[in-house]
């Protein structure tokens, strides 16, 4: 009853209630909206996985829609709780970190292009410089180097060694500029010590060693970019920012190579990964691109693995390098594949790679005191001939050390021509290396570098109607363009192929005008003798140019075999088993066994760096 009447009384006195008196029912409020689905196209394939966690943060690279556009990225940013990093002004882009449950609001907005993964890289010659040829070039020509900036991007170089010493100027390095990215410091130093070594390699005059040790461009001068730490580790946005930086300042330190002795993982697109549109950037300046392959030649079980190429030496205007070994001598009758250096194709894009192989084993160059590799493999440094107060030299193995020696023959092959672009440079080499028939060409590239060879055909470039056509039966004679093999034809420098409007491996020019290496020869050797001449280039045939008639004798696909439906045949060929002839190199029925695409967790973000590591990248000191 009591019950009965409290409802009574409720009702009641609610109805009592005056006319006017405005009255407020307690309902629970509504939940707050959910957050749009992110725009997946905008996240790299690391961050997709991550968009739907609702706790953690990451590391992130953000590209605006435009240079308008950033300033409104950079609000947005920090209105989701993310903390601005570094500007990309490369790519319009900031370095920033977020809350996993911010990817879909950023993804969602017009302002943003691009989020990608800030992920992780890591730092992948007496005998050298003879077995490749650089050494004879030095002493018919004089090419030192002299004229000729490269920029090192890498841990630092040490703050003095003898060797990087400017002959001009007493008591000072021929490092014209250094710049920290890792920890901002002002001064030359280098806590990992791979840097330093890489420096030596491309210009390291040998004063410690009476010359013997010197490097392929001893003259020459060096920007430094840290962006490496004491580890051997870094991030992509400080290797974009080293891009960024040589870019503004080309022009001022004379930088016409860049050396990339450092490598990431590939997990999408060349065309649409953040590190390698940097790189492109850079070749779009007239900058040649050297990168290492990667150290990933070999699987857990010790046999050979394909498809490890590394980020940015998967994008096709990288010149990208593989490793070789002189076996200790300056005889390149016994030099052979290093088992460490990774093969082709790449991973997304199956495109071809290596462009070229270098002597990467056993590589004598500075040591940077107190430094990490110099304290972990002090049993691999060595003395010079002059008295130092510590051992000036190491011996470290890797793509790392075959980079530097071919940015250091381009640097020889810019002073012999500064007119030579990057596609121009990277035909010459590939042209005039020396193919080992013992190898296939996603192993080899082209073949082995042959410097003497390149800076033969680099002077010729520069006046070909006042020197001869050099040619050498050892040359390739061949282009690995794109995934094509062609052949049969001579180098010409007025073609269109060396446009920096081309890019390596297309049929067309932007203009959409046929592409053209040069002329077809009239005899197998190119020896000038009689018959007719035509020009050696692509054709289409078809409106589309999805079919491609390459002008060449016997040109393979060298990645989906001799028949080919489709341009590079990237989606409508199976992997099959075949012989080098057919150049198929699988060699293997299963896949699996051989390509290590998707061997890497997303969460373990592996990196395929060109640092060296196992039994097969042991350094070696030859002769002891």
Not at 30 to 50: C, H, S, Y
Request: net charge negative; with cysteine; hydrophobic share 40%.
């Amino acid at each position: 009853m009591r019950n009965g009447l409290f409802v009574l009384g409720t009702l009641m006195a609610w109805l009592m209630i005056p006319t006017g008196t405005h009255v407020r029912a307690q309902f629970p409020l509504p939940p707050p909206p959910l957050p749009p689905p992110p725009v997946l196209d905008k996240l790299d394939p690391l961050l997709q996985p991550r968009a739907s966690l609702l706790s953690g943060r990451s590391r992130v690279i953000v590209r605006a829609r435009d240079a308008a556009s950033l300033g409104a990225v950079d609000l947005l940013i920090q209105q989701v709780g993310g903390a601005l990093g570094r500007q990309l002004s490369i790519l319009n882009a900031r370095v920033a970190d977020v809350p996993n449950v911010s990817l879909a609001v950023l993804s969602n907005s017009t302002s943003i292009k691009r989020i990608a993964m800030d992920r992780l890289t890591i730092g992948a010659n007496a005998r050298t410089a003879a077995t490749v040829g650089a050494a004879a070039a030095r002493q018919q020509f004089g090419y030192d180097g002299t004229g000729i900036g490269v920029a090192l991007i890498d841990s630092g170089v040490t703050s003095w060694h003898d060797d990087l010493t400017n002959a001009g100027i007493p008591g000072t390095q021929r490092v014209d500029q250094f710049v920290d990215f890792v920890s901002g410091l002002s001064a030359p130093y280098d806590d990992y010590g791979h840097g330093t070594h890489v420096a030596g390699i491309i210009a390291g005059n040998g004063l410690d060693s009476g010359g013997a040790r010197a490097g392929i461009a001893p003259a020459a001068h060096l920007v430094v970019l840290k962006v490496l730490d004491g580890t051997g580790g870094g991030h992509i946005s400080d290797v974009i920012a080293a891009f960024d930086y040589v870019i503004n300042y080309k022009d001022v330190f004379h930088i016409r190579v860049i050396n990339l002795s450092v490598s990431a993982a590939v997990f999408e697109s060349c065309y649409s990964d953040l590190l390698t549109l940097a790189a492109k950037r850079a070749v779009d300046q007239g900058i040649v691109v050297v990168a290492a392959a990667g150290n990933m030649g070999r699987n857990s079980q010790g046999h050979p693995q394909y498809g490890a190429i590394t980020a940015p030496g998967n994008a096709p205007w990288v010149l990208t390098v593989g490793a070789s070994s002189h076996m200790g001598t300056i005889d390149r009758a016994d030099d052979t594949m290093a088992v460490f250096s990774s093969r082709g194709p790449t991973n997304i894009d199956r495109l071809a790679k290596p462009d070229i192989l270098a002597p990467g084993v056993g590589i004598e160059s500075l040591s940077a005191p107190n430094s990490s590799l110099y304290t972990s493999l002090s049993r691999y440094l060595l003395s010079g001939t002059v008295y130092t107060s510590y051992p000036p030299y190491l011996s470290l193995s890797g793509t790392s050390q075959a980079t530097p020696v071919v940015a250091g023959t381009v640097a020889l092959m810019l002073q012999a021509n500064p007119t030579l672009t990057p596609n121009a440079v990277k035909a010459i080499l590939q042209y005039t290396a020396q193919a080992d028939p013992a190898f296939d060409w996603l192993t080899q590239g082209a073949g082995f570098l042959n410097a003497r060879g390149a800076i033969d055909m680099a002077r010729f470039f520069a006046a070909p109607a006042d020197t001869p056509y050099p040619w050498d039966s050892t040359w390739s004679g061949q282009l690995l363009w794109g995934n094509y093999r062609v052949q049969g034809g001579r180098l010409a420098p007025s073609t269109n192929a060396w446009g920096l409007d081309v890019v390596w491996g297309a049929a067309t020019t932007a203009a959409g005008q046929n592409v053209e290496w040069g002329v077809m020869c009239p005899t197998a050797n190119c020896d000038g003798g009689g018959g007719t001449w035509s020009t050696w280039g692509a054709s289409c045939s078809d409106a589309n140019c999805d079919m491609v008639v390459w002008g060449s004798t016997d040109p393979h696909n060298i990645v989906w075999g001799s028949s080919c439906g489709g341009p590079n045949c990237q989606s409508t060929t199976a992997w099959s088993s075949s012989t080098i002839d057919d150049m198929v190199v699988w060699g293997s029925s299963d896949i699996s066994d051989m390509v290590v695409w998707g061997s890497s967790s997303y969460d373990d973000m592996v990196v395929w760096g060109s640092n060296c590591s196992g039994s097969s990248c042991e350094p070696v000191i030859w002769g002891r």
